[in-house]
């Protein structure tokens, strides 16, 4: 069974930084390319940015509302994925989730449970 | 804004066949697979369809999706209580690179 177990979540001040961690379990995490999403309060989903796997130099991409500020990265020999956040804004408050690109990387098919990220002072 | 359009609202009562549309461009939609997602209230978000119209298993096969040219739709037939949720449609887009969603829409069962 697959599973995405998000933590890091927290009340942090504007322009200060945090660390989502995302541990994976139940499939082969260094074949698939993952990516986080994140779903502000009350609002809909928005795509962070997502990192490809070791075949293609683990990649990075990333929304241009969060290029500069946020990186991606991952850990295959311990099945984690993380989210390094700096210049945090209040408008980054939200639920961030983690996911499971599917095998064409063209979706995604699982998504973890989400850990909420508050900005304000 | 987001750059898959949805219509924010679809009800029906019980039994019925509701439908909901997802509108792209031809760097989305128009390219790539369609992913539609449910969002039950204070839950994550679940697949529900992937490669345009394929259910993953344990999904009812009162799910439907369809895709034609830059749109897409998803239906519910037999509509239930249950599935009062929130309904997401999803795609990569190739210009400017990144996965895109729509804005959802509620589904409210009378």
């Known amino acids: 069974e697959v599973q995405l177990v998000e933590s890091g979540g927290g009340l942090v001040q504007p322009g200060g930084s945090l660390r989502l961690s995302c541990a994976a379990s139940?499939?082969?995490?260094?074949?698939?390319?993952m990516d986080w999403v994140r779903q502000a309060p009350g609002k809909g989903l928005e795509w962070v940015g997502r990192?490809?796997?070791?075949?293609?130099?683990?990649?990075?991409e990333y929304a241009a509302s969060v290029k500069g500020r946020f990186t991606i990265s991952r850990d295959d020999s311990k099945n984690s994925l993380y989210l390094q956040m700096n210049s945090l804004k209040t408008e980054d408050t939200a639920v961030y989730y983690c996911n499971k690109a599917s095998r064409g990387a063209d979706g995604l098919d699982y998504w973890g449970q989400g850990t909420l990220v508050t900005v304000s002072s | 804004q987001s750059v898959l359009t949805q219509p924010p609202s679809a009800s029906g009562t019980p039994g019925q066949r509701v439908t909901m549309s997802c509108s792209g461009s031809s760097s989305n939609i128009g390219s790539n697979n369609v992913y539609w997602y449910q969002q039950l209230p204070g839950t994550a978000p679940k697949l529900l369809i992937y490669?345009?119209?394929q259910r993953p298993s344990g999904v009812p096969d009162r799910f439907s999706g369809s895709k034609s040219d830059t749109s897409a739709s998803l239906a519910i037939s037999g509509l239930r209580s249950e599935d009062e949720a929130d309904y997401y449609c999803?795609?990569?887009?190739?210009?400017?690179?990144?996965?895109?969603f729509g804005g959802g829409t509620k589904v409210t069962v009378l």
């Open positions: 490669g345009n119209n």
């Open positions: 990192i490809r796997n070791k075949a293609k130099s683990y990649t990075t």
């Open positions: 139940g499939f082969t995490f260094s074949d698939h390319y």
């Open positions: 999803a795609a990569w887009d190739d210009s400017p690179s990144g996965r895109v």
